[in-house]
């Protein structure tokens, strides 16, 4: 059973166009999230988080939205740049629990 | 410097072989992870430790064994009972449970 769910395998974009990837989850005890950008062979970098009490975080060109009725979550990159190829992973926790769900990710290509 | 160390980046096993992979941080985190990373899949959490002397179990823990007896050092052992090891590793840290978890630049296990 699959808890976290990144239904787009990959996504191409346009340098300078806004990227949306998705995440879905099941878990409605959930209530904080975390985007990852992994390149190959490497470990993920952390990119933002957004916990269950706000419905946006932003961070410089990097916004994620919460919609917790939906169990839906999204980061937006504006504008996208070549150097944003990369794999996306979403995760999801509960409070007080140290097990993180991860996503199967979203390899996003941005295109010069 | 502070950050997530692993070591080796590639390591290769024999047959009935028990491997150790390393894992260090100097970030002063009480919590840290392995997880495995197979080809179009999300992190699968291993093991995972709250502090010093404790650790738990992840989902799929069979096959592997870990030490916490120093709060900077999480060493991983994948045992000759793990029948499929071939796979990418990572280690994280996080100063405790739904925070923000830093992952290291992960091992690449291949079995000769």
């Known amino acids: 059973d699959q808890q976290v769910k990144q239904n787009s395998p990959s996504l191409s974009v346009q340098e300078g166009r806004i990227s949306i990837l998705n995440c879905d989850y099941t878990?409605?005890?959930?209530?904080?999230f975390l985007w990852y950008k992994k390149y190959p062979a490497e470990g993920p970098t952390f990119l933002i988080s957004i916990s269950s009490i706000k419905d946006k975080n932003e961070d410089g060109r990097f916004t994620v939205f919460l919609n917790k009725s939906a169990k839906h979550l999204s980061l937006h990159i504006v504008p996208s740049q070549p150097g944003d190829s990369a794999v996306y992973f979403c995760?999801?926790?509960?409070?007080?629990?140290?097990?993180?769900?991860f996503g199967t990710g979203t390899r996003l290509k941005v295109l010069a | 410097d502070g950050g997530i160390t692993q070591s080796p980046k590639y390591l290769f096993r024999k047959e009935g072989q028990n491997v150790t992979l390393s894992c260090e941080q100097n970030?002063?985190?009480?919590?840290m992870y392995w997880y495995r990373q197979d080809p179009g899949q999300g992190l699968r959490l291993i093991y995972y430790s709250q502090i010093v002397n404790d650790f738990q179990k992840g989902d799929i823990a069979e096959g592997y064994s870990v030490s916490r007896e120093k709060k900077e050092s999480f060493p991983l052992t994948v045992t000759s009972a793990q029948k499929n090891p071939t796979a990418f590793y990572l280690c994280?840290?996080?100063?405790?449970?739904?925070?923000?978890?830093?992952f290291g630049p992960g091992t690449r296990l291949l079995v000769l």
């Open positions: 995760a999801a926790s509960s409070s007080g629990t140290y097990k993180y769900i």
């Open positions: 970030l002063n985190h009480d919590a």
């Open positions: 878990n409605s005890m959930f209530d904080y």
């Open positions: 994280a840290s996080s100063f405790g449970g739904s925070e923000t978890q830093y």
